[in-house]
């Protein structure tokens, strides 16, 4: 798995978090998905500050960042992302369980790479989600010549 | 103004200079008490007698007292006799007759407050003496009394009280003046007494007479206001009281004191202060030789005059005078009482109607509408003829009133001639207003307010021109002629009558101001309003925040939840252990339906609150596009299906380019949805373009609906079907409408059971 740069999730909601999850591994990504469960634990995590201080520079192939997050919400989070040229270069998804416009307006002026509403059906979120990985994931992958395994998802808590 | 009348506006009348020849006069400085000037006939009066003070107090006649006989008016030489005084020794007799008169010993006399000493006895005769500040002066004047004029008021006393009683009984006003011209007759014993009123110009008019016969009737005509000019309707104000005795007097002049440096001695509350030849001429003109006029003031200004006349010479005791003073000022808290009391009977009805109006715009949206709805109080408001209210330029009217574009000329003109003024009024608008003449007959009176300033609204009133005639005394025009250096009273007084053009009714006192009340009120109205509206945009402004707060939590928070029970629904229908179960998959499956259909609803409840909330984004909208784009999305209904399709080319449309692909989607979907049944369905559409509509219609051949629900159709959560029949939120024909609302249109359906529905989609078809 080594050379796979790591996917990192940013979801408080432990149901949406565990779908997810599942929904990244059936799509067979070999990327480590890191969790974080609010705003600040993951800007500590991406800027590697706090309790992430000590945490080599292994910046992630995609930030799938859910909207509504504690602390932090999913907007602040991708405004320091894109306002910092230390994290402007990394893709950020916006997961939000709304459709309302504003949010993609702001994302969007914010500099989100992509939007993607959370559909009630299952098969489409996990559609979805997987495309989503599929996409990033691989475009952003550093070794073309390694391939991916099949072996269990990595997760580790930010 | 005429030349003559200015001239005689500018005649010093109140330091002629000279006295009358009944009496003498003497000043002396104020502040030494040394003779500074006396009358001509001083020396001759005083003679060489030495004066004997008589006690105040004495009510004895002379004539009971055996003292001569004889009348003031034929005193004769000792009042004319004029002497210059060049000799010391004059001065020093003047100034002993003062000093043995001990009249300084009394306390000073002002300017308002005379002081009355009791009478003398010289040689010549008695005299009343009365002193009054004047400048830096005193002045003393000693009138001569005769054996008629004897008498005091003490006598008059039951006279006074009968009259007092008479004039106070009346509650009419002109049967006041009737009354009052007969008691002024009865106590002066004049022929003819006048009461005489000024109206706002000065005109006077003779509103009361008490007649004995030998003078011609005055009543009712008018005198123009040249005849008593505004320094003497003043001086007519500050001393009330005025005799002329005989018209044919030959003035006295009064000496200076040499080396004592004076100004002109004002003489405007002397009791024998000569009066303007072109004054004594008019009298004479008039064939009045004794005058005799007592001014009447209400509220401290000149209302008006008793004016007595006699045809020959003739005295007006000093007591006389007095009583005609304080009946005068009588008759002028009656005359108070009554117009106050007919103004506020005025007032009364006014408010009533005033508060009427009020009611019926504080009703209303916009006050106006408040008296245009009710024309009738409007224009009793004022007693006006016609009435406008005046908007932005927009004229809404009632009554007799000028075309709208003469209304607005007299709006924008008072704009800028009158900007300020709160209660614009005039009976006469074309002498004001250049180019009005031919509004007369509509037009002539005008009242108007000015509500706001920014947005230019304007309240008129209108009343037309009244030809009136009026009588005037003697033609108002000619009432002075100039021969040689000196002005010339008219010499007819013969009645001339005038036909007045251009005037209408006045507006009275009370008019205006109820005017300037409704105009405070209306003030209030719209300021009221304005606030109104301001705190109700707030309020909206705060529950639209809310409610969008509320959805973007219903959004996420709602959604959340079914997403979960799906999910995990799926995940256990993956489970082979769920065969196990009996009707396991079954239970399973109907959960995560029902939970799907769950989430479709706060989607779509919260797609129709974003289709009323959302800005709309005009663009223009190629509709063959959009309902190309719609057909594709629709694919997947149609798998399996044979539907005909009939789309003509549809054109564009000025609109919000998401909302048209929601109507469209919406409708077609209906309509793919509601043929199911139909072996072959067909679907069409068409366009129609009139009276700057665009109509789309969607119209298909499935099952159609019942006409007696059509107003259930377009609801939120309406259906017509049974779920388990045609599946559906019940929300999209609601969004339909919502978005043809927002664009200013319409929905509406036709439809048959078992035979097709046709919708209808109407918004105004606009350009960018």
């Known amino acids: 798995m080594a050379g796979y740069k790591k996917i990192l999730l940013v979801e408080d909601n432990p149901k949406d978090l565990e779908l997810t999850l599942l929904a990244l591994a059936r799509s067979q990504l070999a990327n480590e998905v890191v969790t974080a469960r609010d705003g600040v634990e993951a800007i500590d995590w991406l800027f590697r500050i706090n309790d992430h201080a000590s945490r080599e520079r292994d910046d992630p192939a995609v930030v799938l960042l859910d909207l509504k997050l504690p602390k932090k919400d999913g907007l602040e989070v991708l405004a320091e992302i894109k306002g910092s040229d230390q994290t402007k270069h990394i893709p950020v998804v916006m997961l939000t369980a709304s459709r309302e416009e504003a949010d993609l307006v702001a994302s969007y002026n914010l500099g989100v790479n992509a939007f993607v509403v959370k559909p009630v059906d299952f098969k489409e979120f996990f559609d979805a989600i997987r495309k989503l990985g599929m996409f990033w994931a691989v475009l952003n992958e550093p070794y073309p010549s390694t391939i991916p395994d099949t072996g269990p998802m990595k997760v580790t808590e930010a | ?524 109205i719209v300021l009221r309003r304005a606030e109104e509206l301001a705190d109700l945009s707030r309020e909206l402004k705060r529950s639209n925040k809310e409610l969008e707060a509320f959805s973007y939590s219903v959004s996420h928070d709602l959604r959340a939840p079914f997403r979960h029970i799906v999910g995990y629904g799926e995940l256990l229908l993956e489970d082979p252990a769920l065969e196990q179960v009996p009707s396991g998959k079954r239970y399973v499956s109907t959960i995560i339906e029902s939970a799907q259909t769950a989430g479709k609803l706060v989607d779509g409840l919260l797609g129709f609150s974003q289709a009323g909330r959302s800005s709309l984004k005009r663009t223009t909208v190629d509709i063959d596009k959009v309902v190309a784009y719609c057909r594709a999305i629709l694919e997947p209904d149609m798998k399996g299906r044979n539907i005909e399709w009939d789309v003509p080319e549809l054109g564009s449309v000025v609109a919000d380019a998401t909302m048209m692909r929601q109507v469209f989607q919406n409708l077609l979907s209906n309509a793919i949805k509601y043929t199911r049944g139909n072996s072959l369905a067909h679907i069409s559409l068409t366009v129609e373009r009139k009276q700057g509509m665009a109509t789309f219609s969607v119209k298909d051949n499935g099952v159609g609906f019942d006409m007696a629900y059509t107003s259930k159709l377009f609801g939120v959560f309406q259906r017509l079907h049974r779920m388990e029949q045609f599946e559906g939120t019940g929300i999209g024909l609601a969004n339909v409408r919502r978005i043809a609302q927002r664009h200013g249109g319409t929905v509406w359906a036709e439809g048959k059971v078992d035979e097709g529905a046709t919708f209808y989609f109407s918004i105004p078809d606009r350009a960018e």
């Open chain 2, 1 to 524: 103004m005429k030349h003559s009348e200015l001239a005689c506006e500018r005649e010093p009348i109140h330091i002629p200079g000279r006295i009358q020849p009944r009496g003498f006069l003497i000043a002396v400085d104020s502040k030494d008490w040394t003779v500074t000037r006396a009358s001509a006939n001083a020396l001759a009066c005083i003679g060489g007698d030495t004066p004997t003070p008589i006690a105040r107090t004495e009510s004895q006649s002379v004539a009971e007292r055996g003292g001569p006989s004889r009348t003031a008016l034929d005193l004769g030489s000792e009042l004319a006799a004029v002497d210059r005084f060049e000799r010391d020794a004059d001065w020093a007799r003047i100034t002993h007759f003062i000093e043995r008169l001990r009249l300084t010993d009394r306390s000073a006399p002002t300017v308002h407050k005379a002081v009355h000493y009791a009478p003398v006895e010289v040689g010549s005769g008695t005299y009343v003496v009365i002193a009054h500040a004047a400048g830096a002066e005193t002045i003393f004047e000693f009138e001569a009394r005769d054996d008629a004029s004897d008498g005091s008021l003490d006598i008059l006393y039951p006279d006074i009280r009968e009259a007092i009683e008479s004039i106070q009984a009346e509650v009419d006003l002109s049967a006041l003046f009737s009354v009052g011209s007969a008691v002024f007759r009865d106590l002066t014993g004049f022929d003819r007494v006048l009461i005489y009123q000024f109206d706002e110009q000065a005109n006077g008019t003779v509103v009361g007479e008490a007649n004995s016969g030998a003078l011609p009737t005055y009543l009712n005509l008018r005198f123009p206001a040249s005849d008593i000019p505004a320094q003497a309707r003043e001086l007519y104000r500050a001393n009330r009281v005025r005799v002329i005795p005989d018209a044919e007097y030959v003035p006295i002049d009064i000496v200076d004191r040499p080396a004592v440096a004076m100004g002109p001695l004002d003489l405007s509350f002397s009791a024998l202060r000569a009066v303007s030849p072109v004054h004594l001429e008019y009298m004479r003109n008039m064939g009045t030789p004794a005058s005799f006029s007592v001014s009447i003031l209400v509220d401290g200004a000149l209302w008006g005059l008793v004016s007595c006349h006699h045809a020959r010479p003739k005295q007006v005791p000093h007591h006389v005078r007095s009583a005609c003073d304080l009946l005068a000022q009588v008759l002028a808290t009656q005359i108070a009482g009554q117009v106050r009391s007919a103004l506020d009977s005025e007032r009364v009805q006014r408010q009533r109607t005033q508060s009427q109006l009020l009611a019926f715009m504080a009703q209303e949206e916009q006050f106006f509408l408040g008296l245009t709805a009710h024309p009738a109080e409007w224009l009793a408001f004022v007693d006006a003829d016609g009435a406008a209210v005046v908007v932005d330029g927009v004229c809404t009217t009632a009554g007799l009133v000028p075309d709208d574009a003469s209304i607005l000329k007299i709006v924008t003109w008072l704009g800028k001639h009158h900007p300020t003024t709160e209660v614009f009024a005039t009976d006469a608008l074309s002498e004001i207003m250049p180019g009005t003449q031919h509004l007369a007959g509509v037009a002539s009176g005008v009242v108007a307010i000015s509500v706001s300033q920014i947005h230019s609204t304007y309240v008129l009133w209108f009343r037309p021109e009244v030809v009136r005639t009026v009588s005037w005394g003697g033609d108002p025009n000619a009432s002075k002629r100039v021969v040689g250096e000196r002005l010339h009273p008219r010499e007819s007084f013969a009645l001339w009558k005038e036909s007045v053009r251009f005037k209408a009714q006045p507006w009275s006192v009370a008019q205006l101001e109820s005017v300037s009340l409704l105009r405070h009120a209306i003030l209030g």
